[in-house]
């Protein structure tokens, strides 16, 4: 196949596994995507989780070391608060990108006036050159992300990466994109991709045809793209409207080892840094004796 073929060739989906609800964290309920047995990761993504959560639940003190995690709200809000004394609240449509790095102690809460907090969180992995970098936030409102409209009835948010001419001003240290589209019935779009990049589509809701050979992809299923070198996906509606998310980013082809909240690439650093984390040293220092006030 020529490169102009694959240029104009659609990526297709090359598996499509269901997201089934879990518990996690203090009373949260999570459908889990990428992170589960059947696709436990898809460098350069660890895991991404649709997320449920009430009033009374939520994801108390815990640390991160070696990736970065990027929260989108959809519903409610999300309250967040680290040991350097970072704090904040997004709400519908904001995005939190947190780059853990050498290490970040934090709380995610719900507000408790209200019903539910419904959202996505991305864990992407980092390379091994920024894995020991300072921790770092990119924080955007809802307004504040770029939108662009191929054509009427279909919408994109550009949280990361660039869509029909319209760029985020996200920075990733690893590239990545990731796109959230709202598409009426009966419509067709396509989007372009780097031809190296692996990635994947999460349907939120209603019905969508993605590919030439238009595979069906339903609410809460992750659909993996085909490493082709295609440099498209067509996407398709028929008799629903669909909301969805595209993700796809660079491959590291870096060894992970990861033990909970701790991405590494070799044993020996996972060791390292339960030793960093037990004592307070090498980018935890201020995690001995610090316990957030939203989690109370």
């Given amino acids: 196949m020529t490169a102009a073929t694959l240029a104009r060739a659609s990526r297709s989906i090359a598996k499509s596994v269901l997201s089934r609800e879990q518990a996690e964290g203090a009373g949260a309920r999570v459908r889990r995507s990428i992170g589960r047995p059947?696709?436990?990761n898809h460098d350069p993504f660890l895991m991404l989780d649709e997320f449920n959560v009430d009033k009374n639940g939520g994801f108390p003190d815990h640390p991160h070391r070696g990736f970065e995690t990027v929260t989108y709200m959809l519903e409610g809000q999300f309250q967040?608060?680290?040991?350097?004394?970072?704090?904040?609240?997004?709400?519908?449509?904001?995005?939190?990108?947190?780059?853990?790095?050498?290490?970040?102690?934090h709380s995610e809460m719900p507000v408790k006036s209200q019903t539910r907090a419904h959202g996505l969180q991305l864990w992407i992995n980092l390379p091994k050159e920024h894995k020991m970098c300072e921790p770092q936030y990119q924080e955007l409102l809802d307004k504040e992300i770029?939108?662009?409209?191929p054509q009427e009835g279909v919408t994109v948010k550009v949280i990361a990466g660039e869509s029909h001419g319209v760029e985020s001003k996200v920075y990733t240290r690893t590239p990545t994109m990731y796109l959230d589209y709202k598409m009426d019935k009966n419509k067709t779009v396509e989007q372009s991709i780097p031809s190296t990049y692996t990635g994947f589509i999460y349907m939120l809701k209603g019905t969508a045809y993605i590919g030439d050979k238009e595979f069906e992809g339903k609410a809460h299923h992750t659909l993996t793209f085909t490493e082709d070198g295609a440099e498209t996906i067509k996407i398709q509606t028929k008799d629903e409207d669909a909301h969805f998310v595209v993700i796809a980013g660079e491959p590291l082809k870096e060894p992970i080892v990861q033990h909970g909240p701790f991405v590494m690439n070799t044993k020996e650093e996972i060791y390292n840094t339960f030793v960093d984390y037990q004592y307070g040293k090498n980018g935890f220092e201020r995690a001995q004796n610090w316990h957030s006030s939203i989690a109370n």
């Fill in 146 to 149: 770029p939108r662009a409209t």
């Fill in 38 to 40: 059947e696709l436990r």
């Fill in 80 to 105: 967040h608060e680290d040991f350097a004394g970072h704090k904040g609240t997004i709400g519908p449509g904001d995005l939190q990108w947190m780059t853990a790095g050498r290490g970040i102690v």
